[in-house]
């Protein structure tokens, strides 16, 4: 086995490790809340509610363990083939030395592509790894080798890049990882403090639901704070790479170039059928190479205008040729 190889197979494994992580937390918490808290305490004598939360719990159990694994085994979307370059343009493309002339290669097969955002210095994106024009919203990912469809971050704690693929399941983990944990402080918080004042004796099960209190409170406050984060995203339609850096259209950079009102960003990501919001399944609309933008089919003097005024103006955005 050459040892770039093994270095690589190594990496990867190491790459699971956050993923064991969370599974080896899950795991403990499953039997701590279900053995140690309804089958061990005696402090919950009644049939009625232990069957109560071990209903609510599994309900929001299982929720939670369908989006994580979603969230995890959906593979990221690359660009399709059309954004490879035809073979007689790669070899031109290969050929030259002059970066200007690759530009205008780049150019000339760009047009015939739905693609409006360019490198801050008003190039087309190019991916020499993967040798595709990026798609808008399209980044490499180095940890996945590869280019994928709406990258909005590599989350190591699924072990995957969440993208145009999986971007609603990660959004659906958070929420029902937060709601996750607050079933189990809510439930659990009780007999914390009898245990605490001790009114109930010390048992095997005292330490369980200490640590279990303790450890879904911590995870709850940073789900949370990060699920915030994401929805904010989802209502300005932002992955977390623009609302670091701006796209760039031909008129400039606009953090809003892509954020079409909030209803409509929001079933751009969870789609239009309300039914489907709650299951990770996938519905989010388009087919992640092309977007809508806002400003794209008007004329870019009138676009300048348009972006001063406060991405209030919303523009349909059939076939945008005229700024290409
Ligand atoms: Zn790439
Ligand atoms: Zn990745």
């Known amino acids: 086995m050459a040892p770039s190889h093994a270095f690589r197979c190594c990496k990867r494994a190491l790459n699971w490790t956050p993923v064991l992580f969370i599974n080896l937390v899950i795991g403990w918490s499953y039997y701590a809340y279900v053995v140690e ?24 159990f299982a929720m939670f363990i369908w989006s994580y694994w979603k969230t995890i085994w959906s593979k990221p979307a690359k660009p399709s083939v059309a954004f490879a370059l035809p073979s007689a343009e790669k070899e031109l493309y290969e050929r030259e030395q002059r970066a200007e002339v690759q530009q205008e290669i780049l150019k000339k097969v760009a047009r015939s592509l739905p693609v409006y955002t360019r490198t801050a210095g008003g190039a087309v994106r190019y991916c020499d790894f993967c040798q595709v024009i990026k798609p808008d919203r399209c980044h490499h990912c180095s940890t996945c080798e590869m280019c994928v469809l709406k990258m909005d971050h590599h989350c190591p704690w699924v072990n995957n890049c969440v993208g145009f693929s999986n971007y609603k399941f990660f959004v659906l983990f958070l929420t029902y990882a937060a709601l996750y944990c607050a079933v189990i402080c809510a439930t659990v918080m009780q007999y914390f403090i009898k245990f605490w004042t001790k009114q109930l004796h010390d048992s095997h099960a005292k330490f369980h639901i200490l640590f279990l209190f303790f450890v879904a409170a911590l995870f709850f406050i940073s789900v949370v704070s990060l699920l915030g984060y994401h929805l904010w995203l989802v209502g300005k339609n932002r992955t977390t790479i623009e609302a670091f850096r701006a796209p760039v259209f031909p ?74």
Not at 37 to 60: N, Q, W
Not at 261 to 288: H, L, T
Request: net charge neutral; glycine share 8%; charged share 15%.
């Open 37 to 60: 808290l309804c089958v061990y305490t005696d402090s919950i004598c009644c049939v009625f509610s232990t069957v109560s939360y071990l209903v609510v719990f599994h309900l929001f």
């Open 251 to 324: 008129n400039g950079p606009d953090k809003n170039g892509f954020s079409l009102g909030f209803r409509r960003n929001v079933v751009e990501v969870f789609g239009d059928q309300a039914k489907y919001w709650i299951c990770p399944i996938f519905s989010s609309q388009g087919d992640g190479h092309s977007f809508v933008t806002r400003l794209v089919h008007i004329d870019p003097e009138q676009a300048n205008t348009v972006l001063q005024q406060n991405g209030k103006m919303l523009v349909s955005f059939f076939f945008p040729t005229m700024l290409k």
